[in-house]
């Protein structure tokens, strides 16, 4: 990931708090940057592992609490997963492709699939949201 990309997702994050009201912590700021390092959605313990790097004295639970308020804030999505839920920060509106096979997360645009979750509200007469949305089948690797 280039480094103006992380940026610019860390920017847009506390940009998202400050609308809020949210003030800045060290904790939500070790945690909006290890997120804003990777494209993949991590857990609790990872992320705890990536913040700990730099600062061991943040325990997991505080990680934990963090990830738990950004998410209230929709500053973070959470992904579920066996196991262990995985987080990834908010950017665009998207839904997720998940590889049955290999476990490959893939990040589809919202957009492209606006029209079938429409055609499932209209047939159903749900308000259908976007968020939480997750595709599962075979990556082309896996094909």
């Not at 592992?49 to 730099?54: F, L, M, S």
């Not at 929709?74 to 066996?82: I, T």
């Amino acid at each position: 990931m280039r480094d103006t990309d992380r940026r610019e997702r860390v920017r847009r994050a506390w940009q998202q708090l400050a609308t809020a009201g949210a003030r800045r912590t060290l904790a939500r700021g070790m945690v909006i940057d290890a997120l804003a390092g990777t494209s993949a959605h991590l857990s609790i313990t990872a992320i705890h592992q990536k913040v700990a790097e730099q600062r061991p004295e943040i325990n997991i639970s505080t990680v934990h609490r963090t990830v738990a308020f950004l998410a209230e804030h929709a500053v973070v999505h959470q992904l579920a997963w066996p196991g262990e839920a995985r987080y990834g920060l908010c950017a665009d509106p998207h839904v997720h492709a998940i590889c049955e096979e290999c476990g490959t997360i893939s990040e589809i645009p919202a957009p492209s699939l606006a029209h079938a979750v429409a055609a499932a509200g209209d047939a159903t007469r749900y308000d259908i949201g976007q968020a939480g949305l997750t595709l599962f089948g075979r990556c082309p690797a896996c094909r």
